[in-house]
């Protein structure tokens, strides 16, 4: 990650799953980061991403991070 | 009261923002790491938890302090 347009998508996602999981951002960022969905999915595809709604994020990450095998 | 937490939590997330990118420019580091090492310190858990209102704090002291008092995230 390079540019904080990134960091700030970022963080918007560890908040925005925070609040639908009722879990802290740094539970959430521990998540994403050991299941590579931060490097690997959010990061890279920041172009894509930032241009859909956070309903639409929330629900796609959360049944991403469901098909690693994370009970959500 | 609603406006109340979704402000909160704006205010965090700038804060977190400002904290990382300062961060990765006083230690010369990738905006990626700092983001690493900011997560995996105490003072990401106290902002989260609003620990003795930690979170009012300016972002360059509360980097300044994560550098003095948790210098063992910089390891490697």
Not at chain 2, 12 to 20: A, G, S, V, Y
Request: aromatic share 10%; net charge negative; charged share 30%.
């Amino acid at each position: 990650m390079s540019e904080k347009k990134e960091l700030q998508f970022s963080i918007f996602i560890l908040y925005s799953l925070a609040d639908a999981w009722n879990m802290t951002p740094v539970s959430v960022y521990k998540i994403l980061n050991t299941t590579g969905i931060l490097d690997d999915y959010v990061i890279p595809c920041y172009d894509t991403l930032h241009t859909l709604g956070k309903e639409y994020l929330v629900e796609d990450i959360t049944e991403f991070v469901r098909e690693k095998g994370v009970r959500i | 009261m609603t406006n109340k937490i979704a402000l909160d939590s704006i205010y965090k997330q700038n804060l977190e923002q400002d904290i990382i990118s300062f961060l990765a420019k006083k230690k010369n580091i990738d905006i990626r790491k700092a983001m690493d090492v900011y997560y995996n310190s105490k003072l990401s858990k106290q902002i989260s938890n609003n620990e003795c209102g930690i979170e009012n704090l300016d972002a360059k002291y509360l980097v300044e302090d994560l550098m003095e008092n948790e210098s063992e995230l910089f390891i490697n």
